[in-house]
């Protein structure tokens, strides 16, 4: 998970603990036979995983420098029979299963890539890789792909169809999907539907998602002028013209971070405050100067697309009529990133399918979207392929474990590797069936 303010990412670690106090250990009623034999194949290989997670902890590796992972996952997926591809994008890996029975395509995706980081790691399998830590959690979220591989493969009779596992490096600085897709991805599969999931700071038996965006989108607005003796007017009206595009009072609980948890405008209400938003960064307005032009530059977050859309034939038509008209060169978006968008009614299914097999009171349905700058580039693949991105707690509070991406003190309980490889293993199989 990309995180571009760790200031208020840390913020969150208290506030999403609300999300999910509830008892751990796993309750569920399992009647349809396959389901519980993914239970009970899950229960057999879970202290191998949790032994090869571990592995990739003590082992992790940068964005783009995957090599031993790559290796590990490589080697792993041919044990199990499966088809591999690798060197995609860099040390991107991707396992095939075939059941040879006509039917659905369907993909999971994993992030592989660990961060440069000198905290001190907090367990005692700890980081040998000076430097270097697994502070995301993308080392659980691998050893959870490879969980549910192994599976799947055991359960090649009983499927139909074809599901795909894509082990992607270099998510953390957003670019390792699209390197997948650039190397030739979707000529090598062809996917129906593709999900994945991303450890959060919620109990262990926590799922939570929505439909469309779970995250703001952020872009630069670019606004250039012709050089003039008329620049620091241009300037402060430019700096003006930005700021009203802002609809969020200054004094608004929107940006306390206590708000994002608190139980009735929060992400999880209904009434959340958290939907129909944009605002600027006042504190990253930038102006540049050349010999013929001066550029104002603002990052904007909204939370939606159609606010964006609407967002630049807005600023023009302004300039247009003011008496700076004749001086604009260009408004644009200089930087722009794919956004994670759940397909709605993949994820009405998908919860479906998990809710009806592992209890309801085990999936958190979110209502507004995160404003903290978060991302992940997850988003390149919906791009092309419909899907769904999770969430899945891997928190343990009783014990102080608080899986809270990029916090100094990130730890996962380990019990969340069997609750991800049950949920989504189920979840695909339903897939497959549909």
């Avoid at 999300?19 to 569920?28: C, D, E, P, R, W």
């Avoid at 999971?108 to 980081?117: E, G, I, K, Y």
């Amino acid at each position: 998970m990309t995180s571009n303010n760790t200031a208020i990412t840390l913020a969150l670690t208290v506030q999403l603990l609300l999300f999910a106090l509830v008892s751990h250990g796993q309750s569920t009623t399992i009647e349809s036979p396959i389901h519980a034999n993914i239970q009970e194949k899950t229960g057999k290989i879970f202290d191998s995983l949790v032994k090869i997670r571990r592995d990739f902890h003590i082992h992790p590796e940068v964005s783009g420098n995957e090599k031993r992972t790559s290796e590990k996952i490589t080697k792993y997926l041919q044990s199990l029979g499966l088809e591999v591809k690798t060197g995609i994008g860099g040390y991107g890996v991707v396992g095939i299963l075939n059941t040879g029975k006509k039917g659905k395509r369907i993909a999971w995706r994993a992030d592989m890539d660990a961060m440069p980081s000198d905290i001190p790691d907090v367990v005692d399998f700890a980081s040998k890789n000076k430097g270097v830590r697994h502070i995301c959690g993308h080392d659980v979220n691998t050893t959870i792909a490879l969980g549910i591989a192994n599976v799947m493969a055991g359960l090649k009779e009983k499927l139909t169809g074809t599901i795909y596992f894509i082990f992607q490096p270099a998510e953390e600085p957003y670019t390792g999907a699209k390197a997948m897709i650039d190397d030739g991805l979707f000529e090598m599969i062809s996917p129906d539907e593709i999900y994945g999931s991303h450890i959060a700071p919620m109990a262990t038996t926590m799922i939570s998602t929505k439909p469309e965006w779970m995250f703001a989108d952020y872009k630069t607005i670019k606004i250039s002028f012709q050089n003039s003796d008329k620049n620091d007017a241009i300037v402060a009206y430019s700096k003006e013209l930005i700021s009203k595009l802002q609809n969020v009072a200054p004094d608004s609980k929107f940006w306390d971070p206590n708000s994002l948890g608190d139980p009735t405008i929060g992400l999880a209400s209904p009434n959340t405050i958290f939907t129909d938003y944009t605002f600027v960064n006042k504190k990253r307005i930038k102006v540049e100067k050349t010999e013929n032009e001066i550029t104002i530059k603002a990052y904007i977050g909204s939370s939606a697309k159609e606010k964006f859309d609407v967002m630049l034939p807005q600023l023009k038509q302004e300039i247009s009529n003011s008496k700076f008209a004749k001086d604009l060169i260009e408004v644009e978006f200089s930087y722009e990133r794919a956004n994670l968008y759940n397909d709605k009614t993949l994820t009405k299914k998908s919860l479906g399918h998990i809710a009806q097999l592992y209890g309801a009171e085990n999936i958190i349905m979110l209502h507004g979207i995160m404003a903290d700058y978060r991302g992940d580039d997850f988003a390149y693949f919906q791009e092309h392929v419909p899907g769904v991105y999770f969430y899945l707690g891997g928190s343990y509070f009783e014990k102080g474990i608080l899986s809270m991406p990029h916090a100094p003190n990130f730890q996962v309980d380990e019990s969340c590797i069997k609750t991800g490889v049950n949920y989504f293993s189920s979840m695909i199989v339903e897939r497959l069936a549909e």
